[in-house]
């Protein structure tokens, strides 16, 4: 007889909600609301952190050298996660993987403004990458079993989440700011309030788990991406690219290179979330009546050429107005992406989403770096040129996808 884990029995205990007469339907519906408030907090944070960057190289009095440094140990945190994700969500359940993750992410959000230096913000990062990207795939897992069960697209409707908190998230950022606020401070509220939101959301989440294996068969919880997988994880890794280029130095290219405050500055980062979450939460409809690969390469079009002209003119209210467009071209990407690789057959919609998201993240891994040695020695706005880049990439990519 199986010795049960303690840890897991106690989370059961914690995280069950009594035993109710609600009926299936009522049961799937709370479930939607439970995952489309862990992609909004998951977002709020984003949104927060983002709109932060500059504060994060003011206070620690760094270049943009070093703050891609510490980018990319966030970067390395959330990719090497990705090789125990299925394993650990297999084992525990999203409901339990995601409650454990999403606290950790809090706390370490909440203290990127506390730490005596920057080589222990480098050590907290690392932590930060990991549960982000393990609750990342937890929650987007959750999202294909409410597919599933549900019968109807919906990855759409939650990544659209995630662009609403993001955008809530920069703008609360913004006012704040405005209103002279510690950044400290704000950090600190926003880990509590994303915590407790999180807690509450998590005990109404279906708990998706892997299916079991076929008889003889042995449960897969990590497979090396190859063919399709192999096609979508490098589709995913373009436009995680420029999306995390986005997510992480939009904000700062507006108030070095354009001269906005960064209050303003922030703002354009809340318009360029909240552009995305309009186009995604449009994004099932457009899904059930174009076909997704008419959708990825208009979209990555409308990207590079979106940001080519910001980057060309250089002008506040052109790059504003370029931001919100960057934002719907990217919209629809990882979400699709994501849905197709959950359908690839032979392993968990949990280890195919973090075996794309293994080579999706290295995005994150690369653009940091890359940002950072060619603002270094060209400019950020030669930097941010990647975008572009990696959206043509998209763009031409995208006809692959049956």
């Known amino acids: 007889m199986t010795t049960p884990d303690p840890m897991v029995s106690a989370l ?45 190289k003011s206070h620690y009095e760094i270049d943009e050298a070093v703050l891609s440094a510490v980018l990319f140990s966030a970067a390395v945190g959330a990719v090497s996660s990705l090789f125990v994700a299925g394993r650990f969500i297999g084992h525990l359940g999203a409901r339990r993987a995601s409650l454990i993750t999403g606290l950790v992410l809090c706390a370490a959000l909440g203290c990127a403004l506390l730490w005596p230096n920057v080589y222990v913000l480098m050590a907290a990062n690392l932590l930060f990458g ?9 929650i987007n897992a959750e999202g294909t079993a409410l597919e599933r069960d549900g019968g109807k697209p919906v990855m759409g409707n939650l990544h659209g989440c995630f662009s609403l908190g993001a955008m809530a998230g920069a703008g609360m950022a913004a006012a704040l700011l405005r209103a002279s606020v510690d950044p400290a401070v704000q950090l600190i ?34 497979t090396w991406p190859h063919g399709l997988l192999l096609l979508i994880g490098l589709l995913i890794f373009a436009g995680m690219t420029a999306e995390g280029v986005m997510y992480d130095w939009c904000v700062l290219y507006l108030k070095q290179e354009v001269g906005l405050s960064q209050d303003v500055a922030a703002m354009g980062y809340a318009v360029f979330a909240g552009a995305m979450a309009a186009a995604r939460f449009g994004g099932d409809y457009l899904r059930a009546h174009v076909s997704e690969q008419a959708l990825l390469r208009h979209c990555s079009t409308l990207t590079a050429v979106a940001m080519a002209t910001v980057l060309l003119t250089g002008s506040p209210w052109v790059s504003i107005v370029g931001y919100a467009l960057v934002g719907i071209g990217l919209a629809p990407i990882v979400p699709i992406l994501f849905t197709a690789a959950s359908r690839v057959p032979g392993t968990s919609s949990a280890a195919s989403i973090a075996a794309v998201s293994s080579i999706g993240y290295s995005g994150f891994l690369v653009g940091p770096p890359l940002i950072g040695v060619i603002a270094h020695n060209q400019s950020l706005t030669a930097a941010m040129f990647v975008v572009v880049v990696a959206a043509g990439a998209l763009a031409i990519g995208a006809r692959k996808v049956d």
């Open 189 to 222: 509220g926003c880990g509590l309030l994303s915590a407790a939101v999180m807690a509450v959301a998590n005990r109404s989440m279906l708990d998706a788990r892997p299916a079991p294996p076929a008889p003889g068969e042995e449960q897969r919880h990590f």
């Open 130 to 138: 990991m549960s982000m990207s393990v609750f990342d795939v937890t």
């Open 12 to 56: 059961d205990a914690a995280l069950d909600p009594p035993a109710t007469n609600a009926t299936a339907h009522q049961r799937l519906g709370a479930a939607r609301w439970a995952t489309r408030a862990l992609f909004a907090t998951l977002g709020l944070l984003a949104g927060v952190w983002g709109a932060h960057i500059p504060s994060i």
